[in-house]
């Protein structure tokens, strides 16, 4: 069983994100291809772009504002956004309790690859 074998609700318990902390991201798992995150999203990121790596994000709980180049998606859970490589993205939570999503990236994240948007 891999990170996520005993429940999401058991491993936010395990992996809290600080009351301080926007945003706290762990990676669950990784294959040749791809790696997996778990996204805890408390307030907003800051506009950034992978230069590497495609996104894909799936919302499990909460909801926000994906913005996307110049598109603004709400996201709620069960939805999901791919975010190709190079655009500039930010996802704001909009609830009192943070959002929880899956992302995975492809290739698999091997390094910090988060450049702040010009």
């Known amino acids: 069983m891999g990170p ?8 936010l318990l395990g992996h809290p994100a600080a009351p301080d902390q926007p945003i706290r991201v762990d990676e669950v ?6 790696s997996y995150h778990l996204v805890q999203a408390r307030s907003s990121e800051r506009p950034h772009r992978h230069v590497a790596h495609d996104l894909l994000v799936v919302v499990l709980r909460g909801s926000g504002t994906l913005t996307l180049g110049a598109a603004r998606i ?9 975010i190709p490589r190079g655009t500039v993205h930010w996802f704001a939570s909009d609830g009192t309790s ?3 999503a899956l992302a995975v990236f492809t ?9 702040p948007a010009d």
């Open 4 to 11: 996520l074998g005993a429940g999401l609700q058991a491993f």
């Open 29 to 34: 798992a990784r294959t040749a291809s791809a």
């Open 74 to 82: 709400p996201l709620a859970a069960g939805d999901a956004a791919l």
């Open 98 to 100: 943070p959002a929880v």
């Open 107 to 115: 290739p698999a994240l091997d390094g910090p690859d988060n450049v």
